[in-house]
C-alpha cells in the first residue's frame, strides 16, 4: 500500500494579477489518495525451460536483449522485488558466454556445413571416370572461343599506328597518371562547370586494369564461377520463405491488428504475401526479429476486418525460431561453402591444369594474335611461347 498526499507549495505571484494566471497542473497533489501496488512478473521469464531456452537462443544470434540482461542482473531472490546490480557476476558469465558460442560454436557449426557440402561433392565426382579437373579442361575445350582483338587490318595505316599506341603500357600508365591527376583537380574548390560525370570514364578505365593482376582475376573467377552454382542455392531458400510466408499470412498471423506501440504495426505486418516476405527477409538477416515475436503471441487484438475476438497464437516461438535456424544455419551458409569450394578449387597446387590456366593463356595468346588467326610472327614466337608456359605450368 502507498499513501501519496502533500500540497504544491506555490511563490508568491507578482502583482495584484498573478494569482490569476498561475494554476497548478497536477491535480493529485490536492487530496490523499490510497493506491494499491502490484507486482507482475517480468516479460523476460527465466522461471520456465521454454523461455529460457528462447533467450539462450536470441543470445546465440549475437541478438543480446539489454532489458533481459538488465533484469537478470537486478534479480534478488523469489517472492522479492529486483535490487540494481545485485548479481554483477552474472555479467562476467554473459560475456564468457557470448565469446564462447556465437564466436567459436556456430563457426565450428558453419565449418561442418561446408565440410559436408565438400564431401557430397567429391562423392558426386567419383562416380566419374575423369576427375573434375579433366571435366572442366574438357568442356573448356568444347565450348571456348578465340579472344578477337578489334583492330585495324591494315598495318601500314595511320589508324593501325593510333590503336598499337593506345593499347601499349605507356599509354596506360600515361591515363593512370591522368586519372590520379584528375582526382586531384577534383578534389579542389573551383568555378569551372561541374565536371563530375567524368569520374564515370575513370571507373571504366580502373575496370580494364583489372585483368593485369593475378589475384585479383582469381577473385573475378571465382565470383563468376560461385554464380553457377548459387541459382540453386537462392532456389531452396526462396521455397523456405515462400512456406514460411503462406504459412504466416494465411494461417496464424495475418489477422492481427496494427498497432504502433507493438512490432506489428504498418512497417511489420504478415496481412499480404509480399509484406510478409519482406518481413522474413528482415528477420533472417538478424533485424529484431525477437521484438516482432513477441508482437505475435496469443491473447492479442484483431483486425477489424475479421470476425475474431483474439488472435495470435504462442505457435510464433516454434515459428521464428525454426525459421531462424533453418535460415541462417542450413540455408544462407551454403552460399559460403559455394564461394570457399570455387576459391580452394582455383587456389589449389598449380602443377593440376584446369579451366581458369587455360583462360590466361588464351588472354596472352590474344596479346599476340589480335586478329585470332592462330599465327603470329617469328619475333615475337620465342617471348610468346614462354610466357604461354609460364602461365600453364
Known amino acids: 500500500m502507498q499513501l501519496v498526499t502533500g500540497r504544491q507549495r506555490s511563490e508568491k505571484p507578482a502583482g495584484p494579477f498573478g494569482a490569476v494566471s498561475s494554476s497548478c497542473q497536477d491535480r493529485s497533489f490536492f487530496g490523499g489518495g490510497v493506491r494499491r501496488r502490484v507486482f507482475e512478473n517480468s516479460a523476460c521469464w527465466w522461471h520456465q525451460g521454454a523461455w529460457r531456452q528462447e533467450h539462450w537462443f536470441e543470445f546465440w544470434n549475437c541478438l543480446p536483449n539489454p532489458r533481459v540482461l538488465k533484469h537478470s542482473v537486478d534479480a534478488t531472490c523469489e517472492e522479492q522485488g529486483p535490487s540494481p546490480g545485485y548479481r554483477m557476476e552474472l555479467s562476467i558469465f554473459y560475456v564468457v558466454y557470448f565469446m564462447v558460442f556465437p564466436f567459436f560454436f556456430v563457426n565450428i557449426f558453419v565449418a561442418l556445413i ?23 579442361c574438357i568442356d573448356f575445350a568444347i565450348s571456348t572461343k578465340p579472344l578477337t582483338r578489334y583492330m585495324p587490318q591494315d598495318k601500314q595505316s595511320f589508324q593501325y599506328k ?87 499470412c494465411r494461417w ?50 484483431c483486425d477489424e476486418h475479421t470476425n475474431a475476438s483474439e488472435c495470435g497464437s504462442d505457435f510464433a516461438y516454434f515459428y521464428f525460431v525454426s525459421f531462424i535456424f533453418l ?8 552460399f559460403v561453402a559455394v564461394i570457399m569450394d570455387n576459391f580452394e578449387y582455383l587456389t589449389r597446387d598449380s602443377s593440376i591444369l584446369g579451366p581458369h590456366p587455360l583462360d590466361e593463356l588464351i588472354r596472352v595468346w590474344a596479346e599476340y594474335d589480335p586478329a585470332a588467326c592462330s599465327v603470329f610472327g617469328h619475333p615475337l614466337r620465342g617471348r610468346g611461347l614462354e610466357e604461354m608456359v609460364s602461365v600453364v605450368v
Open 114 to 136: 561446408i565440410i559436408t557440402f565438400q564431401e557430397q561433392g567429391d562423392k558426386v565426382m567419383s562416380e566419374c571416370s575423369l576427375e573434375k579437373s579433366k571435366r572442366a
Open 162 to 248: 593510333t590503336w598499337t599506341f593506345v593499347v601499349s603500357p605507356p599509354f596506360e600508365y600515361f591515363i593512370m597518371a591522368m586519372i590520379a591527376l584528375n582526382t586531384v583537380v577534383l578534389m579542389m574548390k573551383n568555378n569551372f562547370i561541374n565536371l563530375s560525370f567524368l569520374r564515370l570514364f575513370r571507373a571504366a578505365r580502373l575496370i580494364k586494369l583489372l585483368r593485369r593482376g593475378y589475384t585479383i582475376r582469381i577473385l573475378l573467377w571465382t565470383f563468376v564461377q560461385s554464380f553457377k552454382a548459387l541459382p540453386y542455392v537462392c532456389l531452396l531458400v526462396a521455397v523456405l520463405f515462400f512456406i514460411y510466408a503462406i504459412m504466416a
Open 252 to 301: 496464424v498471423f495475418g489477422n492481427i491488428a496494427l498497432d504502433d506501440d507493438t512490432s506489428i504495426n504498418q512497417h511489420n505486418t504478415f496481412r499480404t504475401f509480399l509484406q510478409a516476405l519482406m518481413l522474413l527477409f528482415r528477420g533472417a538477416t538478424g533485424e529484431a526479429w525477437h521484438e516482432i515475436m513477441p508482437s505475435c503471441l496469443s491473447n492479442r487484438a
Open 327 to 334: 535460415c541462417s544455419f542450413l540455408m544462407l551458409n551454403p
